[in-house]
């Protein structure tokens, strides 16, 4: 008896965030480093179902560093970061967007549609939805910036009931061009930007943003963003994730999270429960 009390509070403590977030729209970074494990996979298909079933509209975008880098060590190619950044040539963009667009979208979209929802797996290249110029003219090869987007695709996939997936690949200026491989963290919040996303969320595999004693930030602000990148104490991965929160939170997006996917149900924890968990990035 007393357990189903507890089910029935539980429940109740939901209530107030499903009204605020019903028919709102989120965007989820399912980070490389958070798709982890099948049963972790399972729990984030569930959050996800749920929310989707609540009324909240959910766009994923997706990464997948590890995998990449499996592929190009199996494949003998070197790969290089600068600023958290895959320096990215012709031959290891070739395996990029195989590993991204073929291989980790397709997955993520047959296990929500395993779940009972319609996701559909589509890339930056798909519909105009991105278009890319050289980051930084070039110095981290075919590591694209995003120069256009054409978020239409997106919006009528929503309005038809589908949960849209998105490999982080653009096009580029000309016909035959290889195309750009995009920080997946970037091409979220510009997606989210576009759309006006209420909440961007990373799901990555760190309690969220650490400092140098490995406390977590519950909160951050741009200043101390900027500062801690200078210090070094945010580096590698983390530096596109918190200028992409940036991004968003300046593109109209209420509230950026940094999450830890190593957590079950993080999502759920999140967006459902007063608790909240990782770092909520605030203007
Ligand atoms: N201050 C910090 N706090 C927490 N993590 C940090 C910090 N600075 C750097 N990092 C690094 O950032 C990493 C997360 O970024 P990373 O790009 O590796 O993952 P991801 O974006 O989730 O995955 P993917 O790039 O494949 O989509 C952490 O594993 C950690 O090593
Ligand atoms: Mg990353």
């Known amino acids: 008896m007393k357990r189903n009390i507890e089910q029935v509070q539980t429940l109740l403590e939901a209530l107030p965030y499903i009204k605020t977030y019903t028919n709102k729209t989120f965007v989820i970074k399912y980070g490389g480093s958070a798709q982890i494990n099948p049963k972790l996979q399972e729990k984030f298909a569930q959050d996800i179902v749920l929310m989707y079933l609540v009324g909240i ?12 880098s499996a592929m190009l060590d ?26 991204l667009s073929g291989s980790i979208n397709k997955e993520i979209s047959s296990l929500l549609n395993a779940h009972g929802v319609k996701a559909l797996g589509i890339s930056g290249k798909d519909a105009m939805l991105l278009k890319a110029k050289a980051m930084d003219n070039g110095k981290y090869g075919l590591v694209g910036d995003i120069t256009a987007i054409d978020n239409s695709v997106v919006k009528n996939l929503i309005a038809e009931k589908f949960i849209p997936v ?15 491989n995009i920080n997946a963290d970037l091409a979220a919040s510009k997606i989210a ?23 977590l930030f519950d909160t951050l602000r741009e200043e101390e963003i900027q500062k801690l990148k200078e210090e070094g ?27 830890d996917g190593r957590v079950e149900h993080a999502l759920i924890l999140e967006v459902f429960t007063s608790s909240g968990v990782g770092t909520v990035i605030k203007k």
């Open 166 to 180: 998105i490999a982080p690949i653009a096009s580029g200026e000309s016909v035959g061009h290889p195309g750009y």
């Open 57 to 68: 509209k959910i766009v994923i975008v997706h990464g997948g560093g590890n995998k990449i």
């Open 233 to 259: 104490v945010i580096f590698g991965g983390m530096i596109p994730k918190v200028d992409a929160c940036l991004e968003a939170i300046d593109g109209g997006v209420k509230k950026a999270h940094i999450i």
């Open 74 to 99: 199996r494949l003998q190619l070197k790969s290089e970061f600068i600023d958290g950044l895959r320096v990215t040539d012709e031959k290891s963009m070739e395996v990029v967007e195989m590993v």
């Open 193 to 215: 930007a576009s759309i006006g996303a209420e909440k961007i969320i990373f799901m990555t595999d760190t309690p969220g943003v650490l400092d140098n004693e490995k406390n």
